[in-house]
């Protein structure tokens, strides 16, 4: 069965410094995509950045980088230079690919809440 | 203006009473979802719609009604609310033509309490 897990429920790092969310998902398909988005204390869901399973090269987005390492079924979220914004939940998905077939859902993780100290 | 908007943002009823929350997009998106968070358990999935005449159970569809309007409008009834569906109900939109990927798009959730 497809499953995410994000093995940190809450963490916390220093502003200025980077921090590594963890992600790890199982899934017998070849194709798939891999997503983040974060949840603020306001409640709205933001997506961050994705990653295709046969994307060569890490995604980025500005402070955002997804650290995706195939063999090892991982795709943890960088964020580089912490800001007080960044204070949120923040969650991993994964989806297969459209035309796999199989195309109804995101499969989504628990979550992980990251408090960035000043 | 908000591509993905919900209505009512906050709404707080009975035991027994019939609610609907309304989503609306102007996205152009063809799929349409409905999701309730609680504390813990993660986004879960309500009901799912691909088009107008598509409409799909998800994960918890029990005590939920949904209505596909139009392409733009996606409503989720709770016929006679209880206290375990209070929750932070997401809708959310898709456009598979956009990308390869099932990414997502969400409203600003809908805080429910039921008394």
């Known amino acids: 069965a497809q499953k995410i897990t994000q093995t940190q429920p809450g963490m916390f790092v220093q502003e200025k410094e980077a921090v590594t969310l963890d992600c790890t998902y199982d899934?017998?398909?070849?194709?798939?995509?891999l997503f983040w988005y974060k949840q603020p204390s306001s409640g709205e869901m933001i997506f961050l950045i994705y990653?295709?399973?046969?994307d060569e090269q890490n995604a980025t987005e500005g402070r955002y980088s997804l650290n995706f390492q195939k063999a090892r079924k991982s795709a943890n979220l960088v964020i580089s230079a912490s800001q007080l914004g960044d204070s949120a939940m923040y969650f991993c998905a994964m989806s297969p690919a459209l035309n796999a077939g199989n195309n109804r859902k995101l499969i989504w993780g628990l979550g992980t809440s990251l408090g960035v100290n000043p | 203006d908000a591509d993905v908007t919900q209505t009512p943002r906050n709404r707080i009823t009975k035991t027994g009473k019939r609610i609907m929350l309304e989503c609306s997009q102007t996205k152009g998106h063809d799929r349409m979802y409905w999701y309730r968070q609680d504390p813990g358990l993660g986004l879960r999935l309500i009901y799912y719609s691909f088009d107008v005449k598509d409409i799909n159970k998800g994960e918890i569809s029990d005590g939920y009604s949904v209505s596909r309007q139009a392409q733009a409008k996606f409503s989720l009834s709770l016929e006679s609310a209880i206290p375990n569906q209070t929750a932070l109900y997401f809708c959310a939109t898709s456009d598979p033509g956009r990308g390869l990927y099932n990414e997502q798009f969400f409203g600003p959730g809908t805080r429910l309490t039921v008394l």
């Open positions: 990653q295709g399973s046969y």
């Open positions: 899934t017998s398909d070849q194709s798939y995509g």
